[in-house]
């Protein structure tokens, strides 16, 4: 019970919404037996940074494929949908950062190409000092690596200042798979079809299924399919909720359906992923 008296109490504010930690580091060693956390696509509540430091690759962001390579910055603000496609030869760092950490950094999605040899240098040194800070866990934990996120930020916005923003050619069919990805990360969760999708923007499915293979490769049913069954792969990496309520939250009819659905996708059900992944940690 709270020794607080009552009339402190109002006066008080309110206390600070729970964060989620800042996780960074090698990329590489973070998706290890867990590829399609990043394969799938889908969108996160933590803003997420990667700096490739050798190789080449693509990346799906808001319905749109690019290439990334060695010195490109790919940040992506937390609820944009997105996924990666790096082959084991690529060698990056990573940053994940809670929304609302620091006000420094940028509200929309970036890629950056970087060619300046100390720009580079910063970012890498940058992300080491915060993964030190992790490590070592001295006193002022909280407040240094909310620095170091900010130093990230305020090298973000360097970098848009010097020009090394690489946007894509704006086209109509951009603009719809843009919208597209807006509305899947939005109603992923609910029973609405790539045809609902469709109508909702105005076009026939077809024409969406259409735009959506030239953007990124994908059909928008494609999209669609992998954005649920990455938040479901989510979901039974814990031993709880129940698979019919995991069902149930993604808009399926019924936990049966949901269960031929993963089976489809994945090779196992909903159970056997969930087992496997309790012996894998």
């Not at 494929?65 to 992506?76: C, D, I, K, P």
């Not at 090394?164 to 509305?183: C, I, M, N, W, Y």
């Not at 792969?233 to 149930?248: C, D, F, G, T, Y």
Request: proline share 6%; aromatic share 6%.
């Amino acid at each position: 019970m709270s020794t607080v008296p009552s009339f402190l109490r109002k006066a008080m504010p309110p206390a600070p919404a729970p964060r989620g930690p800042v996780n960074c580091g090698s990329f590489g060693l973070a998706v290890q037996g867990a590829s399609w956390k990043y394969d799938l696509q889908h969108d996160r509540s933590e803003n997420f940074l990667l700096w490739i430091t050798r190789g080449q690759g693509r990346v799906i962001v808001n319905g749109v494929r690019r290439g990334v390579s060695m010195h490109t910055a790919l940040y992506l603000p937390a609820g944009t949908l997105f996924s990666l496609e790096l082959p084991n030869t690529v060698q990056s760092l990573y940053l994940e950062s809670p929304a609302g950490l620091t006000g420094q950094l940028p509200k929309e999605p970036l890629l950056l190409r970087v060619r300046d040899s100390l720009s580079q240098a910063e970012l890498t040194g940058t992300i080491d000092s915060i993964q030190r800070e992790l490590r070592q866990r001295r006193p002022y934990l909280d407040e240094a690596i909310e620095a170091h996120v900010a130093l990230v930020g305020v090298w973000l916005n360097r970098q848009i200042r010097e020009g090394t923003v690489d946007s894509p050619k704006e086209t109509a069919a951009g603009r719809l798979a843009k919208r597209f990805a807006q509305h899947v990360t939005r109603d992923f969760r609910t029973p609405m079809l790539m045809g609902d999708y469709a109508e909702m923007l105005d076009v026939t499915p077809t024409h969406l299924t259409r735009v959506c293979r030239q953007s990124c490769g994908k059909t928008a049913a494609d999209i669609l399919t992998e954005r649920k069954l990455h938040a479901a792969r989510m979901a039974l990496e814990a031993p709880k909720p129940s698979v019919q309520e995991i069902a149930k939250s993604l808009g399926f009819a019924s936990a049966a359906y949901f269960t031929r659905f993963m089976q489809n996708h994945t090779g196992l059900s909903p159970s056997a992923l969930r087992s496997r992944s309790r012996h894998r940690v």
